[in-house]
């Protein structure tokens, strides 16, 4: 049997079984096999040429927004790592929106691959099954979930993964492609997703910097990426009815604000506050 007959088989399965209901309406829990590696090496703020104040500004704003977690990393270093609400970095988080960066990185895969597959348009799970040739889970897994060294995931039916992974997610994003010296994508893939997927959201008010790309999640979670800062910030967790459109914007504006080697822009604002002053009570 040729390759392309096998292919077309495995599409066809794959479109057959998503018609049909799960028993009993239950979703199946498919597996992502993960690299399960350390976190991000950390980085004192400084050395990254951060202000500590800002990071603390990023931290309170977080916290007051009702954010299960706020992570930041620049140059593949991790910077900041707080969370609240009983959470920790191996607490799962659906993808959401997220699932489409995820579709896109993979078909970005496929490319480096030799795999025919469409590149000029988003492509369905299926799309890109029958390009992998193979399921879903596992080209997910050989490709981008263990190369990355995730934590072990699965698919519910959209991917599923400890919130601190998605911060790595946030590091291919920010690194064109390359993730610890690794190339996931080929150089320039990573601008076209980010500049579809931006496109399909709202642009943020709150930040002057070319390049900054807000990419909202599930359930209020955010993750912004500056490829020419190399920088990641991620916070989920749902922020509160009337506050979700200013808080997450805030966050990265702190952040942003306190980057000592980015050109300043004349009429944006400098300098940092002082933690203290945005503290309640204060």
Known sequence: MTTMASRAILLALVLLLAACPSREGVTPMLPVAGGNMPSLPPLPAQDAHIEAAALEAAAIAASGSGADALLIARNGHLLLERYWHGTRGATHVDAGAWQGLIDDLLVGALVNDH??????????????????????????????????????????????????????????????????????????????VLERRAAAHAATTAVSLRGLYRLPGADGAVLWVAPALRLVILRTGAAAADDRGDADAAIADYVLRGVTDRPHVPGEPTGMPAPATLVPAH
Do not use: F, K
């Not at 492509?123 to 040739?133: D, E, F, L, M, N």
């Open 115 to 192: 795999e025919p597959i469409d590149t000029e348009t988003p492509q369905s799970r299926a799309a890109i099954v029958a390009a992998a040739g193979m399921p879903y889970e596992a080209y997910l897994a050989r490709r981008l979930w263990r190369p990355i060294g995730a934590a072990d995931a699965v698919l519910v039916p959209d991917l599923r993964a400890a919130q601190a992974d998605w911060l790595r997610v946030g590091e291919i994003l920010a690194n064109d492609g390359v993730y610890q010296g690794e190339e996931i994508v080929r150089p320039g893939w990573v601008a076209r």
